[in-house]
């Protein structure tokens, strides 16, 4: 079964900041609340100081939205279970067998 990024690519860009400066600052605010709960904890003369690249802040931070997402779309699962229930979901016999015919095919080709 083939996931579509785009639809993943879409929910992620709803959460991330329109410019890079503002996901400079977002990190640097956590980097901040960070370093103060390190300075409750005795500090050493061995601590080693990290500096990230722009990419790696960024690619944190996604990761913190992602898994800040809920595991099920409860909203999703809701309409669908209505339609359901309802008679009214109808699932497309030919769609479903392509897909699986065309991941099969694709298994066979890339093993």
Known sequence: ?????KIISYEINKYIPKSTQDVTE???K??????????????????????????????QLIKEIISSEPDVRED???ALRERIESGKYIIDHEAV????????IDEILHS
């Open 76 to 78: 999703k699962v809701s």
């Open 30 to 59: 956590k980097q901040l609340s960070d370093e103060q709960k390190v300075e409750g904890e005795n500090r050493s003369e061995q601590d080693a100081v990290v500096n990230l690249s722009r990419a790696s802040k960024e690619a």
């Open 97 to 104: 067998a392509g897909k699986l015919v065309d991941a099969f």
């Open 1 to 5: 079964m083939k996931i579509d990024d």
């Open 26 to 28: 977002q990190v640097a």
